[in-house]
């Protein structure tokens, strides 16, 4: 499925369910996921990732791609391969340049929608770029959203966000970080700074919160308090946000919960108002494979 | 490139040539070869692999698959996915099925051209399969091979083989594997057997021996008075033929050269007329990227 099918055949409906699907299956242990690997081309600033994994209804390959000194194509590109079950062939590649930022969108709103408060309305999302859209966009599905407070490092790039969730129904003010923080029932990062985005301490009893940023300020100190959540448990305690806390996880201190098994009520998610909850993302191939299989399907 | 297409250009010159540029890449320093990752279906017997490596003039993925319930199609398979090495993109995803078999036999001639005698006029195939014939038909192209001593175990699978080798010009004859190993210059084994096929004792003075089979009687005797020759060292000391000497060769005790050098001439091959040489091919993706490649160029 060339790029420009799967670019116009995908929804965030197609991908919350999909990708939900995906992240069920990682926590029941009916799916498997394997190393990912890091590889690059020639030039080593040149990055592809190799991930694979397989489900009762898919297996496959997710490669992705970072090219930093692409100019006037995306840095970024997904290419996502489907084996059949039955005989072991590739039986379809699916580009997912297009998809890749509503798949990732999908696992936060997936987890937004499981523990996220029913009554949230203020989401607070620190970036302006193309994924931050793609996250109002996924979790305005999952919640009635009131208003969408914007941290943006350079102003003209806030407006012209703001400008760009009008276009879609949504109502965005740009925010100082603290204010944003402390107002805020959802709050999503989607920068790739590598500056500290706000201090954990801004963040107040009942908030969720999907990806923190590395380098915040008190990021320790919130995630010893707070429920922590994520898709692959084996995975984000080593490459994921929870790298930092594995220590505490691994000897049971704090509690690390698959999203998956929240979603199918094997586990607990918010359990009062006052909860602050962190899911972390780390990317898994099953959550690629399901969307190609979702968009077949549709295109079937 | 579909599997009818690539199969319909692949031809042993072109694998041999691709292959041999891969082996130089491999051992240059100037490729890359990432970890292979195994995976598996659903069910874990039907088993994927997923390998990726980057050089100079390409960059990419090679999945490899075995189906073993498979009835009426091979168990076998291999995709191909080249990265454009500008832009990061997946450009080109070749179905390289029946191409494995010619990328395989092609790294066993490449070693064989730079480790057998010049003289060599005598192969002694081990198996009777699909393999076993392009092993004989791309080890033909490098040696004026006068005899093929056939080595099989069910007789009449060996008659269908002798006739196959006629349809292609070449001389085989049923042998047993004792009066085979004594006379051979050129010894191939190409059999999924787990059996012992030979006694390493039968091997004489001036063989080149390519894959010996993991539980040859008196394989570590060999070993250690063998010259070792392979086409990544690094792997073939993990999942190779040369894991069972991985001590003697860390410590020094037993060299182990990399193919691509002694192609370049940078390392020695063989030294006399007397040496054994023995070259395991633990199989590296540089190798299907070059052969994808070459037949992307003769298709333009």
């Not at 297996?59 to 996502?80: E, F, K, L, M, Q």
């Not at 918010?270 to 399907?297: H, K, N, W, Y």
């Amino acid at each position: 499925m060339s790029e420009e099918q799967s670019a116009s055949l995908i929804t965030h409906e197609i991908a919350y369910a999909a990708v939900r699907a995906a992240l069920i299956a990682a926590a029941s242990g009916q799916a498997h996921v394997f190393p990912a690997v890091i590889a690059h081309g020639s030039a080593p600033e040149n990055v592809f990732t190799v991930k694979s994994g397989s489900a009762p209804e898919f297996a496959g390959v997710r490669i992705g791609s970072y090219w930093p000194g692409n100019v006037d194509i995306p840095r970024h590109d997904t290419t996502v391969l489907l084996i059949d079950q039955r005989t072991g062939r590739v039986h379809a590649v699916v580009e997912s340049g297009a998809v890749n930022a509503y798949r990732t969108a999908a696992a936060d709103a997936d987890a937004a929608d499981a523990l996220a408060r029913p009554d949230a309305t203020t989401l607070a999302i620190f970036g302006t770029g193309h994924q931050a859209l793609h996250e109002c966009l996924a979790l305005s599905t999952i919640r009635p959203l009131e208003t969408i407070l914007v941290v943006a490092r350079t102003p003209g790039h806030g407006e012209h966000f703001v400008a760009a969730l009008a276009d879609h129904g949504l109502r965005g003010q740009l925010t100082p970080a603290e204010q944003a923080c402390r107002a805020a029932d959802i709050l999503v990062t989607a920068t790739t700074a590598t500056a500290p985005l706000f201090d954990a301490g801004w963040v107040t009893p009942g908030t969720h919160v999907a990806s923190m940023g590395s380098d915040t300020g008190g990021k320790q100190e919130l995630l010893r308090t707070a429920r922590l959540f994520c898709d692959l448990p084996s995975q984000s305690v080593v490459i994921g946000e929870f790298q930092h806390v594995a220590d505490l996880i691994a000897d049971g201190t704090v509690a690390l919960t698959a999203i998956g098994d929240v979603c199918t009520g094997a586990a607990a998610g918010r359990r009062s108002p006052e909860d602050v909850s962190v899911f972390d993302s780390s990317g898994i191939a099953l959550q690629d494979l399901a969307v190609a299989t979702a968009l077949l399907d549709v295109a079937a």
